[in-house]
C-alpha cells in the first residue's frame, strides 16, 4: 500500500523547502505522525482543530492528511506531495478517498512507518534526481583504479557538478592520501560502521572533508578494515540522494560489502593495463562484476602495442570501450606535491575525464549539479 523508496513527486528547486504539514483531528494518530516527523529530523505544522491555510497547504514540503480529515478536505485545491494516512489496512474505501483528497500515496500505520518516514525525509532534504553514480575497479592489482577514480571526480567538480567520491576499497591505504588530504578535517568510514537504515545525504555531505571542490568518504590508517554491508548500502544511497555525480573506488575482492555498492552503481568502469597477463586477470574480475552490474566498460592503460589496443582488449573481454588512457608524464611527481590526479587541465587522465563526463551524461540526458 505504500509505494517504493524512491520519492514520486519533484523536489523544490535548492532543495530548501519547509517541513511538511500534518492535518489529523486523531490525537492518536497525531502523536504517531509527530514521532515519524522527529525520526526524519521534520519539524512539521500541524492543522489541528483549525481550517488548513491556503499558504501552508501551498508551501509544504509534504502533506500528510490522516484519513479521520479525508472528507472535509475533498474539493481543496490539488497539489504534488499528498500522503494519506490511515490506521486499518482492511478498509477498501481508504483509495477512493485518496483520489477525492488528490494523495498519489497511501499509508497505513504501523506498517506503514518506515516507508512514510523515508518519504518525510526525502521531503525535507529535496530529493530530486540521484547522482549518476560510476563505479571504478581495477583489472589486475596496480591497474591505476584509485587514480583514474580520484581524476574522474576531481573533473567532475571542475566542471560544476555536485561530487562525492567514496573510497569502497579498504586496503588501499585511503584517498585521501592520493588527494593530498590525509589531513583534512572531516569523517571517515569507521564514523559510519554502524550506519543502518537511512542516512541523511546532506548531514553526510557536511560531514565529509571537503577537497578540490569534492566532498570525499576515504578509509583512515586505524585498524577498522570494513564496514558492514548495510553501512555500505545506507550511506551510498544517501549520496545519490544528494544529486550530481558520485565516484566509487570499488576493491577487486567481490565481498558482501562491494556487492552492497554494485547494487547502486549506474556505469562501471574497468581498468585494464594492455598486458596479456592483465587482461586474463581482468577476465575473471570481469566475469564476476557482470553478475552484478548491467553496465561494465573498459578502459585500457596505455601504452597499447600493435594488435592490443582498447577496442581489442574490450572484445576479449565480451565489455563495450570506453578508451584508452595515454600514460600521464610526472604523475608520481604530481601526487608527491599534494596535487590530485587529473588536477593538470591538459593531461591524458584530466582529458579523459572530461571526455567520459560528456558522453556519460548526454547518455543519461543531463544531470543536475
Do not use: Y
Not at 477512493?96 to 525535507?124: H, K
Not at 591497474?143 to 579498504?170: E, F, K, N, Q, Y
Amino acid at each position: 500500500m505504500t509505494g517504493s523508496h524512491t520519492s514520486d513527486w519533484p523536489a523544490s528547486a535548492g532543495g530548501g523547502q519547509g517541513g511538511p504539514l500534518v492535518v489529523t483531528e486523531d490525537e492518536a494518530l497525531l502523536d504517531d505522525l509527530l514521532r515519524l516527523c522527529a525520526a526524519a529530523d521534520a519539524v512539521p505544522e500541524v492543522a489541528h482543530g483549525a481550517p488548513v491555510r491556503r499558504t501552508s497547504w501551498e508551501a509544504a514540503s509534504l502533506v500528510l492528511i490522516g484519513d479521520d480529515c479525508a472528507g472535509r478536505l475533498t474539493g481543496t485545491a490539488h497539489r504534488e506531495g499528498v500522503v494519506l494516512v490511515g490506521k486499518d489496512k482492511d478498509d477498501p474505501g481508504i483509495w477512493q478517498r485518496a483520489v477525492a483528497v488528490g494523495a498519489r500515496n497511501v499509508t497505513v500505520l504501523p506498517d506503514g512507518e518506515s516507508w512514510l518516514v523515508d518519504r518525510i525525509a526525502d521531503a525535507v532534504e529535496g530529493v530530486g534526481r540521484p547522482a549518476l553514480t560510476v563505479g571504478v575497479v581495477g583489472g589486475r592489482g596496480g591497474a591505476g583504479a584509485s587514480t583514474l577514480a580520484c581524476a574522474l571526480a576531481v573533473s567532475a567538480a571542475r566542471g560544476g557538478s555536485r561530487t562525492m567520491l567514496i573510497d569502497g576499497d579498504p586496503l588501499g591505504g585511503g584517498l585521501d592520501v592520493l588527494l593530498g588530504g590525509e589531513r583534512a578535517d572531516g569523517l571517515r568510514w569507521p564514523a559510519f560502521a554502524d550506519s543502518r537504515g537511512r542516512v541523511a545525504g546532506r548531514a553526510l555531505e557536511e560531514a565529509l572533508p571537503e577537497l578540490h571542490s569534492l566532498r570525499l568518504l576515504s578509509w583512515d590508517r586505524g585498524d577498522c578494515a570494513t564496514v558492514p554491508p548495510d553501512a555500505m548500502r545506507a550511506v551510498l544511497a544517501a549520496a545519490r540522494r544528494r544529486g550530481g555525480v558520485v565516484v566509487v573506488d570499488l576493491p577487486r575482492r567481490l565481498d558482501d560489502v562491494a556487492l552492497a555498492a554494485l547494487e547502486q552503481i549506474d556505469v562501471g568502469l574497468l581498468v585494464v593495463p594492455a598486458e596479456l597477463r592483465a587482461v586474463a586477470a581482468a577476465h575473471r574480475v570481469a566475469s564476476a562484476l557482470s553478475l552484478a552490474l548491467g553496465d561494465l566498460r573498459t578502459v585500457v592503460r596505455g601504452p597499447c602495442g600493435p594488435g592490443l589496443g582498447g577496442m581489442e582488449i574490450a572484445r576479449l573481454l565480451g565489455l563495450r570501450s570506453e578508451g584508452e588512457l595515454p600514460p600521464e608524464p610526472g604523475l608520481s611527481e604530481t601526487i608527491a606535491t599534494g596535487r590530485p590526479p587529473g588536477s593538470g587541465e591538459r593531461g591524458p587522465l584530466a582529458r579523459f575525464a572530461a571526455d567520459f563526463w560528456a558522453r556519460a551524461l548526454a547518455e543519461r540526458g543531463g544531470v543536475p549539479a
